[in-house]
């Protein structure tokens, strides 16, 4: 079982920034993708971003340029710069992580509980 723990949500003006992390624990023997999902208020769930072991990273598109996904293996880490952040980005973010067939097809096993972002204008 692996455990994904995120932390760095917060309140801020739009025009901010904020760095979200996730921290890995377990057994993460088939973890090969790991990303960041998030669910504003009457949203249904996007992938905002995710990155795969040994490939570069993917964003979706309100995203680009100023996101910025990261990790550290050896620390077993995710991280998310969010830059120039947006009243639209205000959401509850939430880690996920699997083998990349079961991450790709929406089907994650592993989630942690959520960090919430609040932007305001």
Not at 39 to 53: D, H, L, Y
Not at 60 to 84: E, P
Request: proline share 2%; hydrophobic share 35%; aromatic share 10%.
């Amino acid at each position: 079982q692996v455990q994904l723990v995120e932390s760095g949500g917060d309140s801020v003006q739009a025009g901010g920034s904020l760095r979200l992390s996730c921290v890995a624990s377990g057994n993460s023997y088939n973890i090969a993708c790991m990303g960041w999902f998030r669910q504003g208020p009457g949203k249904e769930r996007e992938r905002v971003a995710f990155i795969g072991n040994g490939v570069g990273a993917t964003y979706a598109d309100d995203v680009k340029g100023r996101f910025t996904i990261s990790q550290d293996n050896a620390k077993n880490t995710l991280d998310l710069q969010m830059n120039s952040l947006k009243p639209e980005d205000t959401a509850m973010y939430f880690c996920a992580a699997d083998d990349c067939y079961r991450f790709i097809s929406g089907r994650s096993r592993f989630w942690g509980q959520g960090t919430q972002v609040t932007v305001s204008s």
